[in-house]
């Protein structure tokens, strides 16, 4: 019998409001249980050596686990990023844990595993493209994984799983799809290091509302049939699968719900997209039907 291989994982989370943890341990199929005790692919399993919310240590001990994974695993774990990384005042607003006594900047960590690990996964859109703690006025000078790699010129490859939060299957397939086929090729990302299997394609372009659309149908208050581009959709400039994996195991999404997409796949979001309840402007949007060509006459 052949033995399993371990994947050593280390989950850190900066300026974080945790819900991308909590969208992710509510994964369905496979579950959260699968995925820390199963072998999540045949003869690979992954070993969680620490989570900011679920793990069972505190103090030294943990901190000490987190060391030893980048010591001893080096170049063959993979790390998990989820929040913000508050660079600002020397990266005061955020720490984990302490070394002599003194607050260790999460930025430090994410510097210095960033630069051991096999392969590091930026988890929801704020560690992702800064989010909504990286808006205006910004003043914990918060930075995303990937503008801290440029800046300390770090190598490592880097996965952006962007949502606010990022839907579970979303970071678990791609989990799944390095187990199997190793880290994705530069063919496999689109040009912000998302996975094009679940950023590959506008939300408008797969939305059940679409239809509206082309017909120049506009819901003009919410709770209207036809599309709700006029009142703040976001759905024309942004990309994901939502409309065709839906949430809460395919039960439901933002649109089918009644509500224009907020576009918080995007790293737009939120500075550079207007109000919520505002329609797009100086946007090229799909223009298909006669409707546009009237208007465009």
């Known amino acids: ?38 072998e999540v692919v045949p003869g690979r399993h992954i070993s969680l050596k620490f989570h900011t919310n ?26 998990i990023v989820e929040g913000v990384v508050p660079t600002a005042a020397d990266g ?14 999460f930025y430090q960590w994410v510097v210095d595993l960033g630069k051991k690990a096999m392969a590091v996964i930026a988890l929801g859109t704020c560690s992702s493209f800064g989010g909504i703690p990286g808006a205006r ?27 606010c939060p990022p839907h579970p299957d979303w970071f678990v397939g791609t989990v799944a799809r390095i187990l199997i086929a190793g880290l994705p090729q530069p ?21 059940q509302r679409r239809s509206y659309f082309d017909e120049g149908k506009f819901a003009k208050k919410f709770g209207d049939p036809g599309c ?7 759905g024309p400039i942004t990309y994901a699968d939502c409309p065709i994996r839906q949430w809460n195991n395919g039960a ?16 737009e979001f939120p500075d550079f997209q207007g109000s919520f309840y505002e329609q797009l402007t100086d ?15």
Request: charged share 25%; with cysteine.
């Open 137 to 163: 006025p910004n003043l914990t000078g918060v930075k995303s994984v990937k503008d801290i790699f440029q800046e300390e010129k770090i190598t490592t490859p880097l996965i952006n799983i962007p949502g």
């Open 252 to 267: 439901n999404w933002c649109i089918k719900a009644g509500m224009g997409c907020q576009g918080c796949t995007q790293p």
């Open 1 to 38: 019998m052949s033995k399993v291989k371990e994947i050593p994982a280390v989950w850190i989370g900066g300026g974080t409001c945790g819900g991308c943890s909590v969208s992710v341990l509510n994964t369905v199929a496979p579950s959260i249980k699968n995925i820390l005790i199963d």
């Open 187 to 207: 063919e496999d990302l689109d040009d912000l290091l998302r996975p094009k299997d679940f950023y590959g394609l506008l939300i408008h372009e797969n939305c």
């Open 283 to 297: 946007v090229d949007v799909p223009k298909i039907g006669e409707y546009w060509k009237r208007g465009e006459e």
């Open 54 to 79: 679920i793990s069972g240590g505190s103090g030294d001990a943990v901190i000490g686990a987190i060391e030893d994974t980048g010591t001893q695993h080096k170049g063959g774990f993979v790390l």
């Open 228 to 234: 709700l581009y006029e009142l703040g959709c976001k």
């Open 92 to 105: 005061v607003f955020c720490a984990v844990g302490e070394r002599g006594e003194k607050p260790i900047p």
